[in-house]
Nanobody
């Protein structure tokens, strides 16, 4: 387990944008895949996006074309750029780190979560 710190959440109007960040000061960041989950109110947690150590990405169908996941290994930070936000994107967003370098592995660590609310 490593400490993952998310930031960038908040209140935004439909159609707006937010960029979430996830940083850690622990461990060899560059060799692990990273990802983002979210949990909408009253619903189960769901996988949103993943990025491998080499930059291979995968996004859920619900966010394709609107969200982008990226990473800066020098800064030990992963990002989730969210554009054209919809009310159904309202959720607590969690950053995760995987044990493996690939996006097909298991989650090793979770962040504390950051709230994203899309509302007019």
């Amino acid at each position: 387990q490593v400490q993952l710190v998310e930031s960038g959440g908040g209140l935004v109007q439909p159609g707006g944008s937010l960029k979430l960040s996830c940083s850690t000061s622990e461990g060899a960041f560059s060799i692990h895949a990273m990802g983002w989950y979210r949990q909408p109110p009253g619903k189960q947690r769901e996988l949103v996006a993943r990025i491998s150590s080499t930059g291979v990405t995968a996004l859920s169908d619900s966010v394709k074309g609107r969200f982008t996941i990226s990473r800066d290994n020098a800064k030990k930070t992963a990002y989730l750029q969210m554009n054209n936000l919809k009310s159904e994107d309202t959720a607590v967003y969690y950053c995760v780190r995987y044990y493996s370098a690939s996006i097909s592995g298991q989650v090793e660590s979770w962040g504390q979560g950051t709230q994203v609310t899309v509302s007019s």
